[in-house]
């Protein structure tokens, strides 16, 4: 079954730098690779999502971007926000089967 | 979120008793997943239900655990002779769009066993 790893856990950056968080996965046949944004208290919330027959995605400030050869995905967070704050998880499944999550990542900005 | 709620948001059980937790779904979802999150740490898929077909039931940790959907819409999760490591948000989900893999999540139930 897919195994989808995911690094750092816990990243720290000062407002208006980037933060980058990356994820590797190990079932070549998934194609739909999307990432959540989970808030204290809240369920994770979907925020950008990317399929194999695509190599980037950019939504303003986030961008997505997939190495199927090396089967790993990274998210990339330009100009951070406090807001941005949050745990923020990638996922892996081939066609309409299940997610299967990463460990997540604690993600701080600082002002 | 997008159409899911669960309750109740929060239970407090003491240990050995049983618990159910319950997912409403809008109508027209095409597939309901239950997750599980400990404190912490990441989500941990239970079940899915898609259709008329069988749920994947490869995720429920032990046999205390088992899930029904009733016809294509309320789905509840039991939880019997609760311990305290089953202490955790369940998280309920859907996908919206047939063939479409994104799916959406309730804000949990958060369960406590004492």
């Known amino acids: 079954g897919e195994n989808v790893e995911q690094h750092p856990s816990t990243l720290s950056v000062q407002e208006g730098d980037s933060a980058v968080i990356k994820c590797t996965y190990s079932?070549?046949?998934?194609?739909?690779f999307p990432w959540y944004k989970q808030e204290l208290g809240k369920g994770p919330q979907l925020i950008i999502d990317?399929?194999?027959?695509?190599g980037e995605k950019k939504d303003q400030r986030i961008a997505v971007t997939l190495n199927k050869t090396a089967k790993h995905f990274s998210l990339h967070i330009t100009e951070t926000q406090p807001e941005d704050s949050a745990v923020y998880f990638c996922?892996?499944?081939?066609?309409?089967?299940?997610?299967?999550f990463g460990t997540g990542t604690r993600l701080q900005v600082f002002p | 979120g997008a159409g899911v709620s669960q309750s109740p948001s929060n239970k407090v059980t003491e240990k050995g008793k049983d618990v159910e937790l319950r997912c409403d779904p809008i109508s027209g979802h095409t597939a309901l997943y239950w997750y599980r999150q400990r404190l912490g740490q990441g989500l941990e898929f239970l079940i899915y239900f898609q259709g008329n077909s069988a749920p994947d039931k490869s995720g429920l940790p032990s046999d205390r655990f088992s899930a029904e959907r009733t016809g294509e819409s309320v789905s509840t999760l039991t939880i019997q002779r609760t311990q305290q490591e089953d202490s955790a948000v369940y998280l309920c989900?859907?996908?919206?769009?047939?063939?479409?893999?994104?799916?959406?999540f309730g804000e949990g139930s958060w369960l406590t066993v004492v």
């Open positions: 996922a892996a499944s081939e066609n309409t089967d299940k997610l299967i």
């Open positions: 990317i399929r194999s027959n695509v």
């Open positions: 079932d070549s046949a998934s194609n739909y």
């Open positions: 989900a859907i996908q919206l769009i047939p063939g479409g893999n994104t799916i959406y």
